[in-house]
């Protein structure tokens, strides 16, 4: 009986605990959302008074209210507000260089524990009028302006094609005769540019990767455009990357190889620049349905025993040794990281980070 008695106060405890987490904040809010509406990014930061009273039987303390990104701030009182006494917290936001909707919260924690009390504001932010600085905000000199110093293609399947484009503006009153110059030259990048811009004329750089199924190539490209303009190299250039992969569309079913590492980062920690090269493995798993073609491995700082051309069995796994040689490097932190690119359709490339501090 005495154990029946015991087992009913528990369950009643329990049951009354989660009546009361339940129970809504003794802050009573007017609103816990406000709505903007349309403002414009040039009148610069909004404010909202959320204004709060304590229908509670005691003094609340607002202990923190955070946000869920910079350019919402708000601003509150840690002071005790009283029962039946009001406050306020008011929270801004920016709209500078962030058109359109947003939708953002913050948090209320109170002395009184429990979930946070979520307020919210939205709106819609009217683009300002940008200048081509603004645009362009990439000179390449000599009047020269464009949208990026870098594109990345992410990885080229053979067979498809990957494109994109920069876009440039003559900035200058005189016009501009353009000519591409490669620095740095994959083989596989085709460019395309008018050759002359007016004053005050807007065009695109085209960019496109077209790799063949039968290329051959596999792992990083590497390109650098530069532009002659009028004759001269004023100094600014583009820097194109991708990473050449096999055509997914080879496997049409289930059936495929998928790689998979026990480790993702390999860690050397200390090591002493005198104390001769180091080791540390990882495995490569095959747990797909057919075999697994290691196709590039690239590592610079660090090297790695794995090589193009290893298969790997359905099932199967195999050691990978990386090696790293402190007497080679500066005194600090080395790190790189490792691509190996495989015939996996869904996930051709895999990288993995390895650290190392060499020390004296």
Known sequence: MRRLLIALMSISFVVSGLYVAAQPSVLH????????????????????RFLFENRG??????????????????LYSKKPVR????????VSYDPMNRPGTFDRHVSVFTS??????????????IPRKRSLEEIYPCNW?????????????????????????VEIVNTSMRPLELRPLYPVQSGWLRVTL?????????????LLYDLPDDCGVYGSLADEVAFSVDG??????????????????????NSH???????????????????????????LCNVGQEPLTVRAVECNVFSCSLQPGTSVAPGGRIEVAIRFDPAQCEYGVAVERLRIVTDDPQHPLSTVRATAVVEM
């Not at 809010?29 to 909202?48: C, K, P, Q, Y």
């Not at 039987?57 to 708000?74: F, N």
């Open 232 to 253: 001269k190299i004023p100094g600014g250039s583009l820097v194109v990357k991708g990473v050449a992969v096999d055509n997914p569309l080879l496997y049409s079913d």
């Open 141 to 165: 000199g000599g009047g020269l302006r464009a949208t990026a110093f870098f594109c990345d293609m992410g990885t080229v399947p053979h067979g498809t094609v990957r494109q994109t484009a």
């Open 112 to 125: 009184e524990g429990g979930e946070p009390i979520r307020l919210q504001i939205v709106g819609e932010v």
């Open 194 to 206: 008018p050759s002359r811009l007016d004053p005050g004329q807007r065009a695109s750089i085209n």
């Open 57 to 74: 039987p005691r003094p609340v303390v607002v202990i923190d209210v955070t946000a869920t990104c910079g350019c919402t701030e708000p």
């Open 257 to 283: 190889p998928s790689v998979q590492l026990n480790k993702n980062i390999v860690k050397f920690g200390p090591v002493k620049r005198s104390s001769g090269p180091q080791t540390q493995w990882f495995e």
């Open 29 to 48: 809010f007017d609103t816990l959302v406000w709505n903007f509406g349309r403002i414009r990014e040039e009148a610069g930061t909004v404010s909202h």
């Open 83 to 90: 029962p039946g006494e009001q406050a306020e917290i008011t």
